[in-house]
T-cell receptor, first 115, second 113 residues
Framework: KAGVTQTPRYLIKTRGQQVTLSCSPI?????VSWYQQTPGQGLQFLFE???????NKGNFPGRFSGRQFSNSRSEMNVSTLELGDSALYLC??????????????FGPGTRLTVL | AQSVTQLDSQVPVFEEAPVELRCNYS??????LFWYVQYPNQGLQLLLK??????LVKGINGFEAEFNKSQTSFHLRKPSVHISDTAEYFC???????????FGAGTRLFVKA
């Protein structure tokens, strides 16, 4: 079974631009979560989706948004990029319900650099 | 507020020595607990998990962890480490009924020859 895939793997943008990152979960998984990882703040929760609905949202400004499609693929968007948005963005998928829904499988991440 | 504390930011250890990476979480309500490992420029890989049942959990690569509800801890152990275990390790908590996972700050394990 293929793992979680994220595209692109690397991205360089300039301040003020916007960016869209994509995540394809493991087949059969209906939940996708996004995290931002930086050296200073560690792993910070962005949002979690299940069956196209946002179940929870972390403490990030409104410039960060996401969505999930009917095939469970998810995208996150960051508008008006700031230097501090440079980070590794990780996507994780899980079944979304049932006893094991809490087990998350992570993708390799998208490394975003904002210049 | 819900939080996860990894008590050591870095742990240097010699090859074949035992190691313990410590993790405490903030609340004693029902939780699910995880340890992940991250190698450079990669995502997180699940080492082991506690969802219910036995408090001693065995994972991949010879790691194990013990859930201690009274001390709200979930320490990770390995009896004999290898050079290849050098990586960053993250403890994570998910509260029952919650829809987010909270991660600790990470512990960098450095195994020396």
């Amino acid at each position: 079974k293929a793992g979680v895939t994220q595209t692109p793997r690397y991205l360089i943008k300039t301040r003020g631009q916007q960016v869209t990152l994509s995540c394809s979960p493991i087949s059969g998984h209906r939940s996708v979560s996004w995290y931002q990882q930086t050296p200073g703040q560690g792993l910070q929760f962005l949002f979690e989706y299940f069956s196209e609905t946002q179940r929870n949202k972390g403490n990030f400004p409104g410039r960060f948004s996401g969505r999930q499609f009917s095939n469970s693929r998810s995208e996150m968007n960051v508008s008006t990029l700031e230097l501090g948005d440079s980070a590794l963005y990780l996507c994780a998928s899980s079944l979304g319900q049932g006893a094991s829904y809490n087990e998350q499988f992570f993708g390799p991440g998208t490394r975003l650099t904002v210049l | 507020a819900q939080s996860v504390t990894q008590l050591d930011s870095q742990v240097p250890v010699f090859e074949e020595a035992p190691v313990e990476l410590r993790c405490n979480y903030s609340s004693s309500v029902s939780v699910y607990l995880f340890w992940y490992v991250q190698y450079p420029n990669q995502g997180l890989q699940l080492l082991l998990k506690y969802l219910s049942g036995s408090t001693l959990v065995k994972g991949i690569n010879g790691f194990e962890a013990e859930f201690n509800k009274s001390q709200t801890s979930f320490h990770l152990r390995k009896p004999s480490v290898h050079i290849s275990d050098t990586a960053e390790y993250f403890c994570a908590v998910r509260y029952t009924g919650g829809f987010k996972t909270i991660f600790g700050a990470g512990t960098r394990l450095f195994v020396k020859a």
